[in-house]
T-cell receptor, first 114, second 115 residues
């Protein structure tokens, strides 16, 4: 089955700096890669996603890049703010054959220091 | 539109007791999932369902059972609770079907403690 590894497990940055979280996946058939943000005590919520036919996607201060050849994808947050502090999860799935099941990384705890 | 809801929000059980967690969604989603979240281990899939009346095992199904009698509801049962089942349980749903986007919408979670 699919295996997703996420790094780093913790990340601390100064407000205004950029943050990068990286994930690798094992199943070359995976074609959908969402990122979820989970604030303390809350539910995970989708912040951005990318499909395998796209190399990069951007939404204001966040962007995701995908390298299908190397089987890795990354989340980039620019101009970080204290409200960006949360746990971020990457995931990979194959919507065509896998009942929409996502395999999640173990999460990255991002702390933005004011 | 309430999205995905879960009942109860908190529960404390003694070892050996049983309970059922209820998940409900009002988005007409085909697919529903149950996860457990433990510190440092991300989200692990327990069971899932691709439609009313169907269920399948996920990554960590032992000790749990599920039922999907109605499209909008997905129940998770613990027949004989063990301390190792202390966790936060999240339900999720997605559109599924031939126009699947795979985006999962999560419920608020149930914090379960087994003593």
């Amino acid at each position: 089955g699919e295996n997703v590894e996420q790094h780093p497990s913790t990340l601390s940055v100064q407000e205004g700096d950029s943050a990068v979280i990286k994930c690798t996946y094992s199943d070359s058939a995976s074609n959908y890669f969402p990122w979820y943000k989970q604030e303390l005590g809350k539910r995970p919520q989708l912040i951005i996603d990318i499909r395998s036919n796209v190399g990069e996607k951007k939404d204001q201060r966040i962007a995701v890049t995908l390298n299908k050849t190397a089987k890795h994808f990354s989340l980039h947050i620019t101009e970080t703010q204290p409200e960006d502090s949360a746990v971020y999860f990457c995931a990979a799935s194959n919507g065509n054959t896998n009942a929409g099941k996502s395999t999640f990384g173990d999460g990255t705890t991002l702390t933005v220091k004011p | 539109n309430a999205g995905v809801t879960q009942t109860p929000k908190f529960r404390v059980l003694k070892t050996g007791q049983s309970m059922t967690l209820l998940c409900a969604q009002d988005m007409n989603h085909e697919y529903m999932y149950w996860y457990r979240q433990d510190p440092g281990m991300g989200l692990r899939l327990i069971h899932y369902s691709v439609g009313e009346g169907t269920t399948a095992k996920g990554e960590v199904p032992d000790g749990y059972n599920v039922s999907r009698l109605k499209k909008q509801n997905f129940l998770l049962g613990l027949e004989s609770a063990a301390p190792s089942q202390t966790s936060v349980y999240f339900c999720a749903s997605s559109f599924g079907g031939p126009i699947s986007t795979d985006t999962q919408y999560f419920g608020p979670g149930t914090r379960l403690t087994v003593l």
